[in-house]
């Protein structure tokens, strides 16, 4: 067996996605009403979605919470992956996007299972009992990203899962000069969460990069 990993191509993740659930009625339809409203296109995509379905499923996940909600996308998959009486907490700076999201969850099958909360994650992360999530999953402003961290390893339980978005930088991860000015946040959040030792973490190359990580 050779340590040289197999070098990912395009066809392998298309490979991967011909292999996966595809998307349902329902988050189909909320992506392209989402495009329609003029939300940028930037939610997670069915492959990373399934991913994400698999390792709440794994550490019986009762209650997530997710920074950054968008459209609604990632709350409804996750939210369907916990059981009937989990419960998904969502977080969203932005109001047009919360009330756009609000209307999708309704109609989605699990909205008893989702919690929102409109405002900055700085702000509301801290009220969350410490010990009280299974899972959190990170896909909010980089900047934040830190603190967010801290949040999260006080609201896990132990052998809690922190999930991270974007950890490839919107694909800007090795460019010299990026476009994203949020680039420079991803890059500094991966050393960052790379050496805590409070967790054991490993960047997944499904989407933009998923960081996934275990409280230790
Ligand atoms: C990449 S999108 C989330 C995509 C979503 N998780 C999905 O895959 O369907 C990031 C979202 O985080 C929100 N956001 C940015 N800063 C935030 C903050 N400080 N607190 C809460 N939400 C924030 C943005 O408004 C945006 O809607």
Wanted: hydrophobic residues 50%; glycine residues 8%; aromatic residues 6%.
């Amino acid at each position: 067996m050779s340590t040289e990993p197999t070098l990912v191509t395009r066809e392998h993740f298309r490979y991967i996605e011909a292999r996966t659930v595809p998307e349902d009625l329902v988050l189909a339809s909320l992506r392209e009403e989402a495009r329609a409203a003029g939300i940028p296109a930037i939610s997670i995509g069915p492959a990373q979605a399934a991913f994400m379905q698999i390792l709440l499923r794994a550490v019986r996940a009762r209650v997530a919470v997710e920074v950054g909600t968008l459209a609604g996308y990632s709350a409804i998959a996750l939210a369907r992956a916990l059981p009937e009486d989990g419960l998904l907490h969502t977080i969203e700076i932005d109001p047009a996007r919360a009330a756009f999201a609000r209307a999708r969850f309704a109609g989605s099958g699990v909205a008893d299972r989702i919690r929102q909360h409109e405002g900055d994650a700085r702000q509301i992360l801290p009220a969350f009992a410490a010990g009280s999530a299974d899972v959190v999953f990170l896909d909010a402003d980089k900047g934040g990203y830190p603190a967010y961290l801290e949040e999260a390893v006080r609201i896990l339980r132990p052998q809690g899962l922190l999930l991270a978005d974007n950890a490839f930088a919107f694909g800007e991860l090795f460019a010299e000069a990026p476009r994203d000015p949020e680039t420079q946040a991803m890059r500094a959040f991966n050393e960052i969460l790379a050496r805590d030792g409070r967790l054991a973490s490993i960047i997944v190359p499904l989407g933009d990069g998923l960081w996934v990580a275990v409280k230790r």
